[in-house]
Structures are given as structure tokens and as C-alpha cells.
T-cell receptor
Framework: NAGVTQTPKFQVLKTGQSMTLQCAQD?????MYWYRQDPGMGLRLIYY???????DKGEVPNGYNVSRLNKREFSLRLESAAPSQTSVYFC?????????????FGPGTRLTVL | DAKTTQPPSMDCAEGRAANLPCNHS???????VYWYRQIHSQGPQYIIH???NNETNEMASLIITEDRKSSTLILPHATLRDTAVYYC????????????FGTGTRLKVLA
């Protein structure tokens, strides 16, 4: 099992450019999440998808859109990148069992916006 | 979800127990305590979780006070590879599924 995979690993954009970060999981999890982590900070939730077909905003959704393409894949799109979006982006997934839930994280995408 | 408070940094000698405290005085009855760690900018890694009883697994032990307002993560024999940022998170099981990460405790294990 690969777990949670993210592409690309690194990306440099110019202000105003757009891009999509890809995330896939092979654990048959229902729920998926996108976080961002700025230097010296904890992770902040951008968007999440509790199950296939649903998405909801997290703490910091402005400037982002998401698509839950199928059960495996959850993408994050920056329509018009800004320097404030320079960050490390982590995707995560979890089951929904009705009880306590462990999240599994991907390795991250390091994004720089110039 | 309840807010947590952790010391920003701690040091521990290699081979000794590392005790990482967390305060969650506003925790409610159905909320679990989770611990994750993040090694050098990798994705966070799950360590352990508990509700009110003490828990132990191959990585660590979790001690939750009787009033559940605080907890301690114990790494019994810290190694250099345990150097990481440790996050204490409190969340329930109902409603949304999100975690709220704080800034964690930066543990440095010293040789």
C-alpha cells in the first residue's frame, strides 16, 4: 500500500498562475482533507470531504477550490496564486467508523508563489 | 472542539523517558485526546489516542488525568529519531471530522 500520495512534491508559481495539487489514497477511506502549514506554524484545514460527493470549508478556504473526483482522489486548485499561499500543503485521509478516527497524511507539496 | 495548550519546546536525553504535557481544560465528555508527531516537515504521523483510560501502544503511553483536563504523552526510551514536533489534539466523534492543530511541542532528543 502506498498510503496517501501527493503530486507534485515541489512547485514554483508566479503570482496569478493557477495549478492543481493532486492527492490519492489507496486505503478505501471515506474522508479526505487538505491542510496548509506555514513556517513555524501548525497545520490549518483548508477543505475536507467527509465522503465521496461532498466537500466543506475548513478554517482557511479563501483562494482555493477542491474536487472529490472519486473515493480515491481529492484535488486542491489555486485559481490565481498569491504569495500568501506559499506554504506546504498536506493531504490526509481517514475512515469514518463512528468512533475515534486516525488521519493518515501524505508527504506534502512544497509550493512557492513568487 | 476543545483547545489545547502545550509548551513550545522541550529537551530530553537519549534513552530517558520524554514526558510531553498537554492542557485541555475545556474538553467535553465525548472528546478524545489524540497525539501526532511531525518529523522534519514530513506529514504528521499518528501516535496514540484515548478517551479517559490510560493507553499504551508500541510507540508511546498516554496518561489522562481523572478530570480529563490534561494529559501526558510518554516516550519511554527516547531516541534521536524521536526528535520532532508533537501535537496534542482534542476532538469529538460526531459532526465534522476535522482536527485542529496547534503549534505543538518541539522535542529535541539530545545525545
Amino acid at each position: 500500500n502506498a498510503g496517501v500520495t501527493q503530486t507534485p512534491k515541489f512547485q514554483v508559481l508566479k503570482t496569478g498562475q493557477s495549478m492543481t495539487l493532486q492527492c490519492a489514497q489507496d486505503m478505501n477511506h471515506n474522508s479526505m482533507y487538505w491542510y496548509r502549514q506555514d513556517p513555524g506554524m501548525g497545520l490549518r484545514l483548508i477543505y475536507y470531504s467527509a465522503s465521496e460527493g461532498t466537500t466543506d470549508k475548513g478554517e482557511v478556504p479563501n483562494g482555493y477550490n477542491v474536487s472529490r473526483l472519486n473515493k480515491r482522489e481529492f484535488s486542491l486548485r489555486l485559481e490565481s496564486a498569491a504569495p500568501s499561499q506559499t506554504s506546504v500543503y498536506f493531504c490526509a485521509s481517514s475512515e469514518w467508523t463512528g468512533g475515534p478516527v486516525e488521519q493518515f497524511f501524505g508527504p506534502g507539496t512544497r509550493l512557492t508563489v513568487l | 472542539d476543545a483547545k489545547t495548550t502545550q509548551p513550545p519546546s522541550m529537551d530530553c536525553a537519549e534513552g530517558r523517558a520524554a514526558n510531553l504535557p498537554c492542557n485541555h481544560s475545556t474538553i467535553s465528555g465525548n472528546e478524545y485526546v489524540y497525539w501526532y508527531r511531525q518529523i522534519h516537515s514530513q506529514g504528521p504521523q499518528y501516535i496514540i489516542h484515548g478517551l479517559k483510560n490510560n493507553e499504551t501502544n508500541e510507540m508511546a503511553s498516554l496518561i489522562i488525568t481523572e478530570d480529563r483536563k490534561s494529559s501526558t504523552l510518554i516516550l519511554p526510551h527516547a531516541t534521536l529519531r524521536d526528535t520532532a514536533v508533537y501535537y496534542c489534539i482534542v476532538r469529538g466523534t460526531l459532526g465534522t471530522y476535522k482536527y485542529i492543530f496547534g503549534t505543538g511541542t518541539r522535542l529535541k532528543v539530545l545525545a
